[in-house]
């Protein structure tokens, strides 16, 4: 980063126009920046990011001027906005972290109205519900957790520029007789620690009230494992970025929850639903809705794990390309879904990524999920990318119910101390 100009308008009782211009640095035969993220601190603890993109270039592609033009809010604290983090990523994805030790800047808001209060929880509103619901294309059931909260306005309305509310799901083993062992549980199930889903929600504000409610929905697979389902956090933030937490880390007797098990302050007990699992050789259905519990990873074909990089000779030149991924994958019965991926470049550096397939998203996936199927990803290498060996370093394979297991593809060294 070499410079920072910043341009704030707006009268005291105003959201404020804010205009950001940061001259970096590209070097000699660097690669030019895709963007910057900047995490800025108020001045009594409230936060908020944003985000720069390219503007200009000089002539002889040495600096690029990275631009931020929108709104901050007549809510947000009055006083110093400082940078205490600021993030270059170039074309490549190769990340230049700048701590606020080695450069910051700071933005003034002069906000009569400006405020650090959060929204509040309304205390014991939490409440969570199923229901199994059919796809059309498939004719499947799956179940459909619904969570809503109260909440009251107390400084700043709820964030607008973003979904002002995400809550955390996760599940217990519901029954110690059903089809899963505790151990299978642990290292493959629904586990505290392993299958939290976070989900952002909307939030509606009663006619003529600073109240209102909060709600977020899960569709969960139908391989999902069997247990007792509960919303475990949720994160309440306004439109001037003040935040509030909410845990529900009180347990009943033989539970254990991920976050800070009574240190947390106004904990309460989680409210919990319950997915059965079916009956064996039976299939959820809309006069029996269950679930089948599927508790094993995707597998990959190691040998199926192809790249090669396509470039034409004018291409060749200046290091452009690109590395064609491809591979076969299955699972067992809920289906293969998101896919990531990581390659190294000829610098030693890690670059990543996802691969996309018609059943990515969603909780259904769409075909026969156990027979082997060819995933393929097309990555662009951009202008100015090494020269060298580029490597498929490892690929991440996720099923539908959450199961995920990791493929390292390239040995890693590991330095054990003598003693």
């Not at 393929?376 to 991440?396: A, F, Q, T």
């Amino acid at each position: 980063v070499k410079s920072v100009a910043i341009d704030v308008s707006g009268g005291q009782d105003e959201d404020k126009n804010v205009k950001i211009r940061m001259v970096v640095d590209n070097g000699k035969g660097w690669h030019p920046a895709s963007h910057a993220e900047v995490d800025l601190s108020g001045p009594s603890g409230g936060s908020k990011s944003i985000e720069l993109y390219p503007e200009a270039t000089d002539k002889d592609g040495k600096t690029q001027t990275l631009v931020f033009d929108g709104t901050f809010s007549k809510h947000a604290t009055k006083g110093f906005w400082q940078a205490s983090q600021i993030k270059v990523v170039d074309t490549l994805g190769q990340e230049r972290w700048v701590r606020v030790n080695d450069y910051s800047w700071r933005l003034y808001l002069n906000n009569a109205q400006g405020t650090d209060w959060p929204p509040r929880y309304r205390k014991g509103t939490t409440n969570l519900k199923a229901k199994y619901v059919k796809d059309e294309s498939t004719g499947s059931i799956y179940p459909q957790l619904t969570a809503t909260i109260r909440y009251e306005q107390t400084g700043a309305p709820l964030s607008k520029e973003k979904n002002p509310i995400w809550m955390r799901l996760a599940a217990k083993k519901a029954n110690p007789d059903g089809s899963l062992t505790a151990k299978e549980w642990e290292d493959f199930g629904a586990s505290a620690w392993q299958y939290p889903q976070y989900k952002e929600g909307t939030c509606v504000q009663d006619d003529l009230s600073y109240r209102g409610t909060c709600t977020a929905t899960w569709e969960l697979s139908p391989g999902t494992p069997a247990g007792e389902y509960y919303v475990s956090m949720i994160n309440l933030e306004d439109e001037a970025s003040n935040k509030r937490q909410q845990f529900y880390t009180l347990q009943r007797d033989g539970w254990t929850c991920c976050g800070q098990v009574g240190h947390t302050p106004n904990d309460e007990a989680p409210v919990t639903v319950e997915l059965s699992q079916c009956a064996a050789g039976d299939i959820p259905t809309e006069e029996k809705p269950c679930v089948t519990g599927d508790i094993l990873p995707p597998e990959l074909d190691r040998s199926s794990v192809k790249a090669e990089i396509e470039q034409d000779e004018s291409d060749r030149k200046v290091g452009k390309a690109t590395l064609k991924l491809s591979f076969k994958a299955r699972d067992d019965k809920s289906g293969v879904g998101t896919i990531a991926y990581r390659i190294m470049d000829p610098q030693g550096f890690s670059h990543s990524g996802y691969v996309t397939h018609k059943s990515s998203s969603g909780p259904i996936f769409h075909g026969a999920a156990d027979e082997w199927k060819v995933y393929s990803k097309d990555i662009d290498l951009p202008r100015g990318s090494p020269p060298g060996e580029w490597r498929v370093e490892s690929i991440d394979i996720h099923d539908k119910a959450g199961n995920r297991k990791h493929h390292q593809l390239i040995e890693l060294l590991v330095f054990e101390p003598s003693s």
